[in-house]
């Protein structure tokens, strides 16, 4: 069983520029949430999705957009990207949005800096 | 609003017993929980409470009052290796985790 992927690793873009940030989920797994973790702060949420629909959506604004795809891999796009967009983007796999006690099991995160 | 509250930075000595604790007032609430995060790494699941009380696992324990907003994680034994943030979360709508901005804990020899 492979645990979450996410790709790339590191990124670096300069401001205006858009980005597209990859997660493989967890077998089995049909929910997947995105996060943004700035340095020395605790996850944000962006949004969730749910078999391919979005179930959720934090305090970012639409320049941030997602995917899941059928297989459950899933995309975060954010678009004319400002400085403070730089932090470690955290996807996290769930097997249901509807168990209980269900951890969510993060992958290791795209660390973006934009210049 | 959502919040929660958790201290910024917490020392111990190896071997000793640390309590980090959490008061959290969100919207809705299905469950806490608590989460290890290595530098640069991608957190991990400690624990789960969804209803008062204490659960134990192994060295670490955490514990949940509902009425008062409150949560602690109690890390017994301490290592070296123990050295990290601890992130409170609760779940709130759905699968949606809200996170506190973690403790970070360093233990010393």
């Known amino acids: 069983e492979t645990g979450v992927t996410q790709s790339p690793t590191h990124l670096i873009k300069t401001r205006g520029q858009q980005v597209t940030l990859r997660c493989s989920s967890q077998?089995?797994?049909?929910?997947v949430s995105w996060y943004q973790q700035a340095l020395g702060q605790g996850p944000q949420f962006i949004f969730q999705?749910?078999?391919?629909?979005?179930?959720g959506r934090g305090n970012f604004p639409p320049r941030f957009s997602g995917l899941q795809f059928p297989n459950y891999s899933s995309e975060l796009n954010v678009n004319a990207l400002e400085l403070d967009d730089s932090a470690l983007y955290l996807c996290?796999?769930?097997?249901?949005?509807?168990?209980?006690?269900?951890?969510?099991?993060f992958g290791p995160g795209t660390r973006l800096t934009v210049l | 609003g959502q919040n929660i509250d958790q201290p910024t930075e917490m020392t111990a000595t190896e071997g000793a017993i640390v309590q980090i604790n959490c008061t959290y007032q969100?919207?809705?609430?299905?469950?806490l929980f608590w989460y290890q995060q290595h530098a640069g790494e991608a957190p991990t699941f400690l624990s789960y409470?969804?209803?008062?009380g204490l659960e134990e696992k192994g060295r670490f324990s955490s514990f949940l009052s509902r009425s008062k907003g409150y949560s602690y994680l109690l890390l017994k034994e301490l290592q070296m290796k123990d050295s990290a943030s601890y992130l409170c979360a609760v779940r709130d709508k759905g699968d949606k985790l809200i996170f506190g901005t973690g403790t970070r804990l360093q233990v010393f020899p």
């Open positions: 996290a796999s769930s097997l249901s949005r509807f168990s209980d006690g269900d951890e969510q099991f």
């Open positions: 409470n969804v209803l008062d």
């Open positions: 999705y749910y078999r391919e629909e979005e179930n």
């Open positions: 077998s089995g797994h049909n929910t």
């Open positions: 969100t919207s809705g609430f299905n469950g």
